[in-house]
């Protein structure tokens, strides 16, 4: 006769075994989220993956991603999104680098990839 204790006692050794082998749930884990905004990121074509969480990146460096591309890279300070880089409307005037992180621009600009590839101090959506 099976023991009323049979699925409950399974379910714990099931967990015992995912535990030593190290694939155990992150049951109440907390990740940590470092302070700033992750900058755009370029989608590479290998899909290459340095970190799933802000823990497994080095100092003040984010885990930052792009479609299936994840990173680690310096934050920027300033919240909001780069405005989407649309080639009908060409920055065309602007073909040189203006910034290179979010502190370089003033006010609540970010500095973001214009038409040309570079960067340039642009108005963030929220």
Known sequence: ?????A???AFLCGLFLL????LAPAIGQNHTQKVGVCPEVQESQDCRVECRSD??????LKCCTAGCTSVCTIPNEKKGKCPDNDSSISLLGI????CYSDTDCSGPLKCCINGCGNHSCLTPHH
Not at 19 to 22: A, R
Not at 95 to 98: G, M, N, Q
């Open 1 to 5: 006769m099976a023991s009323k204790h």
């Open 7 to 9: 699925p409950f006692s």
């Open 19 to 22: 535990f030593i082998l190290g």
């Open 55 to 60: 823990e497994d990146c080095p100092d003040v």
């Open 95 to 98: 073909c040189k680098d203006e």
